[in-house]
């Protein structure tokens, strides 16, 4: 009898490419809402009209799909809503219909927030209370902070950008819920070659680094496999120019499975 973990993955594979999983929201786009999304997602500024119009669009599936909730006397408000849903939807362009439906809450404190690690956690060996600045679970809730969600608002920062950096976890976790940092591919990508690239391409990042030097991608993401690829996610999309130019490869494999290519958008007078 074939296991349930071949099961997982055949389903997460076919419900990436398929869908639909959106309400297929249909109506018109206010001029006013197209004329604040700069405001929320500074990439925007390069997208065509089509594009803006399918974000906003999206966000309004997104936020109507999920359960929202305030930690620590966090108020969750209309705006709060529009700015994780509008910024998440730059990983979706190419899939449209993908509204993260394993994503059923989204918790949100207003600054990083002091969580219990159990023994044996990936990133902190030890048990005890660490500050996190959000965190993510297969079938459970999307946990941010508002605080570090508002910097990622500004093009001139150090690339982090948090609505990115969990949600891409989730993409990961779609056919494997402990996050292997290889994301099902959709049809038309050679998925051994993809897989097998993205694996030398956090290899050999971790090697320059012991040799001393000096990479887009910053340290945390070379602790794990699903650490690169969700920091590697945040600079293709908060850093393009920097990441196409030092770190052309992994670029070129973002580019692949996000196919929104901002750094040739930008490049364009």
Known sequence: MASSSFFR??????????GPWTNG?????DPQELNELDQYVWQAAWLNDS??????????????SKHWEGCN?????????KTVALNASLLILAYPTWIF???????????????????GDLHHGLGGEFYRSGETH????????????????????????????????QLDMIDDPHADG?????????????????????LSARDAIARGEELVINDY?????????????????????????????????????YITDLAQAMDTP
Request: proline share 7%; charged share 25%.
């Open 25 to 29: 929201t249909s109506e018109d786009v």
């Open 182 to 202: 290889l994301p099902p591919l959709p049809k038309g990508i050679d998925a051994d070659r993809w897989k097998s690239e993205f694996q030398h391409e956090f």
């Open 221 to 257: 993401g070379l602790t794990h496999p699903s650490e690169f690829f969700a920091v590697a996610s945040e600079c293709y999309f908060q850093m393009p120019w920097d990441l196409r130019e030092y770190q052309p490869e992994v670029y070129t494999l973002l580019r692949e499975f």
């Open 138 to 169: 297969a079938r459970g809730p999307v946990t941010l902070n508002w605080y570090d969600i508002q910097r990622a608002l500004y093009r001139d920062n150090d690339g982090d950008h948090l609505v990115l950096h969990e949600f891409s976890h």
């Open 73 to 81: 006397g966090f108020r969750i408000t209309p705006e709060v809503k």
């Open 9 to 18: 993955r055949l389903w997460g594979r076919w419900s990436w490419t398929n």
């Open 101 to 119: 439906p394993s994503t059923r809450t989204i918790l949100i404190y207003p600054r990083p927030y002091k969580a219990r690690s159990r023994g």
């Open 51 to 64: 594009t803006r119009r399918l974000m906003i669009r999206w966000s309004k599936d997104f936020i109507s």
